[in-house]
């Protein structure tokens, strides 16, 4: 499985605070069945600047743990790198000088809204990012209380060019009952292209266990292989397949 979505670097962001916790998360995503994490820190102006330098202090900081742990005889997955930017000027400006933290290649970015509110004509912004060679690829949508309220505002998203991906803790209502009753009603529907942990620190680990069952017994085998390999493997194609150097910018 791949998880295109989790926050394992340390002191970063509201995910992990120390590189055991890192260590200790991966290792545990691992024995869930995850072969490939992607570890995407928050980039949100004024809370959380996170650039390509602090991205790679974190996972400096992380590296001596994955190397002792791989010596005690730990399996851990494939950590890829990638960001997880607020939908705003920063990151338009971040996409033109080429510094976003998009998935690997540079073809897709993972993004996310406040919750209580999205942007104002955001389908022409999600389109233009889309025309400009990277994917938005919408986090957690069964979280925003616009979409919640009506299910035809996360088709508008989506008409404009973004991929959601499920947040799988919010099918055991990690993120309270709206989330919840969003996310049930989305995966009936098949309105997600692929699912992720959005796991921030180890003690996530058992409800994300708990949710992949349920997501499993909702969705089938094969549904669970579109959400969790497919998917996830086809978004990772789509940020590789731009041309090495393609200009990033958005109209």
């Known amino acids: 499985?791949?998880?295109?979505?989790?926050?394992?670097?340390?002191?970063?962001?509201?995910?992990?605070?120390?590189?055991?916790?890192g260590v200790a998360l991966l290792v545990g995503l691992a024995?869930?069945?995850?072969?490939?994490v992607v570890a995407t820190p928050h980039v949100r102006n004024g809370l959380w600047d996170n650039r390509l330098g602090t991205r790679r202090a974190g996972l400096e900081k992380l590296l001596p743990g994955l190397e002792k742990a791989r010596a005690g005889g730990a399996t851990l997955p494939t950590l890829e790198l990638a960001g997880?930017?607020?939908f705003d000027d920063v990151l338009t400006d971040l996409l033109a000088r080429g510094e976003a933290l998009t998935y690997p290649g540079g073809g897709a970015s993972l993004v996310e809204f406040s919750y209580d509110a999205i942007p104002h004509r955001v389908e022409l912004q999600l389109w233009r990012m889309k025309r400009s060679g990277?994917?938005?690829?919408?986090?957690?949508p069964e979280?925003?209380?616009p979409v919640q309220a009506d299910p035809e505002r996360y088709e508008e998203l989506l008409g404009a060019g973004a991929l959601g991906v499920l947040d799988v803790m919010s099918l055991v209502g990690a993120y309270g009952r709206r989330a919840q009753a969003c996310a049930e009603r989305l995966v009936s529907?098949?309105?997600?292209?692929?699912?992720?942990?959005?796991?921030?620190?180890?003690?996530?680990?058992?409800?994300?266990s708990?949710?992949?069952?349920?997501?499993?017994?909702?969705?089938?085998?094969?549904?669970?292989?579109?959400?969790?390999?497919?998917?996830?493997?086809?978004?990772?194609?789509?940020?590789?397949?731009a041309p090495p150097g393609a200009p990033r910018r958005v109209p």
Not at 2 to 16: A, E, K, R, S
Not at 197 to 205: G, M, T, Y
């Open 210 to 241: 708990e949710a992949l069952g349920v997501l499993k017994a909702r969705v089938g085998a094969e549904g669970y292989r579109k959400l969790l390999v497919d998917g996830p493997r086809a978004i990772l194609e789509e940020a590789r397949s």
């Open 84 to 86: 997880e930017h607020m």
């Open 31 to 36: 024995r869930l069945g995850f072969s490939t």
């Open 189 to 208: 529907l098949g309105r997600y292209r692929a699912a992720c942990s959005d796991a921030h620190k180890p003690a996530d680990l058992e409800p994300l």
């Open 1 to 21: 499985m791949i998880d295109l979505h989790c926050h394992p670097l340390p002191g970063l962001d509201d995910g992990c605070p120390t590189a055991e916790d």
């Open 134 to 140: 990277v994917r938005p690829i919408l986090a957690h």
């Open 143 to 145: 979280r925003y209380a």
